[in-house]
């Protein structure tokens, strides 16, 4: 853990008088291994934050919301996801080849906890996990580098209303996003989402007025 910090971090920890401070919680909580605690909190959280890097330096941060579960721990140094459906950029997926450094973080609005997973990514198209998750276009491992909790004070306290109606799950079918509906977008979609193109008229109008 000795590169943990680089100039800019010391530079202000020299500042504000937190250098032996910043060492020792480095001591105490930044760990290279997925304990059997971690690995619990990491499977019950329904959504994490994906920040990655693409080849210029330039970060991206991305939010990723399924059912619990939707990260799985494979062993104590390694985690694994899946990439659904969206708008078809694919800026995570793309950085992670450019680029295999990402960061985690989980984030449990109920009990006010957080925690912080960094390593180095990567893709196969061929993952046998891939059927893990129904519907999942891609699979992402993760192979850690260095894991700490956050404190959670400024965490605000928030309960769960509902899961969204878009997550995929097994037995049934997802329904598709109104934005697919769109005119604007009618001519360029993939072919197994041509169908959609106007097929719902009155949510392309409501995404319209907003």
Same mark, same amino acid.
């Given at each position: 853990?000795?590169?943990?910090?680089?100039?800019? &971090?010391? !530079?202000?920890?020299?500042?504000?008088?937190?250098?032996?401070?910043?060492?020792?919680?480095?001591?105490?909580?930044?760990?290279?291994?997925?304990?059997?605690?971690?690995?619990?909190?990491?499977?019950?959280?329904?959504?994490?934050?994906?920040?990655?890097?693409?080849?210029?330096?330039?970060? +991206?941060? &991305?939010?990723?919301?399924?059912?619990?579960?939707?990260?799985?721990?494979?062993?104590? !140094?390694?985690?694994?996801?899946?990439?659904?459906?969206?708008?078809?950029?694919?800026?995570?997926?793309? +950085?992670?080849?450019?680029?295999?450094? *990402?960061?985690?973080?989980?984030?449990?609005?109920?009990?006010?906890?957080?925690?912080?997973?960094?390593?180095?990514? &990567?893709?196969?198209?061929?993952?046998?996990?891939?059927?893990?998750?129904?519907?999942?276009?891609?699979?992402?491992? *993760? !192979?850690?580098?260095?894991?700490?909790? +956050?404190?959670?004070?400024?965490?605000? !306290?928030?309960?769960?209303?509902?899961?969204?109606?878009?997550?995929?799950?097994?037995?049934?079918?997802?329904?598709?996003?109104?934005?697919?509906?769109?005119?604007?977008?009618?001519?360029?979609?993939?072919?197994?989402?041509?169908?959609?193109?106007? &097929?719902?008229?009155?949510?392309?109008?409501?995404?319209?007025?907003?």
């Amino acid at each position: 853990m000795s590169d943990f910090f680089h100039e800019g &971090s010391r !530079k202000y920890q020299d500042r504000f008088e937190t250098r032996r401070l910043a060492d020792r919680t480095v001591e105490l909580i930044v760990r290279d291994r997925i304990g059997d605690e971690d690995r619990v909190f990491i499977e019950e959280q329904n959504m994490f934050f994906l920040a990655t890097v693409d080849p210029e330096g330039r970060p +991206n941060c &991305s939010y990723k919301g399924g059912s619990a579960g939707l990260v799985r721990v494979l062993d104590e !140094k390694t985690v694994v996801f899946p990439l659904y459906d969206g708008n078809g950029m694919y800026l995570s997926a793309g +950085n992670v080849l450019a680029n295999a450094n *990402v960061s985690l973080l989980f984030m449990d609005f109920q009990r006010q906890a957080r925690l912080r997973l960094n390593g180095e990514a &990567s893709i196969r198209d061929d993952d046998p996990l891939r059927d893990a998750w129904p519907e999942a276009e891609l699979v992402v491992r *993760v !192979k850690l580098r260095e894991m700490f909790p +956050n404190c959670p004070r400024y965490i605000h !306290k928030m309960a769960l209303v509902e899961e969204s109606e878009f997550v995929p799950r097994a037995g049934c079918e997802t329904p598709p996003p109104a934005w697919k509906s769109l005119e604007a977008v009618a001519d360029v979609l993939p072919q197994r989402d041509a169908h959609l193109a106007g &097929s719902d008229q009155d949510a392309a109008a409501a995404l319209n007025r907003n």
